[in-house]
Nanobody, 124 residues
Framework: QVQLVESGGGSVQAGGSLRLSCVGSGRTLGTNYMGWFRQAPGKDREFVAA????????QYADSVKGRFTITRDNAKNTVYLQMNSLKPEDTAVYYC?????????????????WGQGTQVTVSS
């Protein structure tokens, strides 16, 4: 079993920055990809970014390219999401997830393990 715990959410004004962290424990060695998703009220959970543990290859949703950066620290079993130039439409609960897949997973059903989520609120 893999346990994921997110932190770093909060409230910020538009144009500001936040850094989310996701610490994994348990059998994280069995996972290949780590991803960040977000879900705004009344909307479906959407893909934000993903990274591989091994090579650090990344993929981003078009809506966050150039503003968000996903990184990982293998020694700490931790994945980060640096969010810059935040917009009100980035407001959502952000979830960290782990996948055992072999292709870059961008859909929620491709991830087996999930954190509890952390709220990000961006005011205009």
């Amino acid at each position: 079993q893999v346990q994921l715990v997110e932190s770093g959410g909060g409230s910020v004004q538009a144009g500001g920055s936040l850094r989310l962290s996701c610490v994994g424990s348990g059998r994280t060695l069995g996972t290949n990809y780590m991803g960040w998703f977000r879900q705004a009220p009344g909307k479906d959970r959407e893909f934000v970014a993903a990274i591989t543990w091994f090579l650090g290859a990344t993929q981003y949703a078009d809506s966050v390219k150039g503003r968000f950066t996903i990184t990982r620290d293998n020694a700490k079993n931790t994945v980060y999401l640096q969010m810059n130039s935040l917009k009100p439409e980035d407001t959502a609960v952000y979830y960290c997830a782990a996948s055992q897949g072999t292709k870059t997973p961008t859909r929620a059903y491709e991830y087996k393990f999930w954190g509890q989520g952390t709220q990000v609120t961006v005011s205009s």
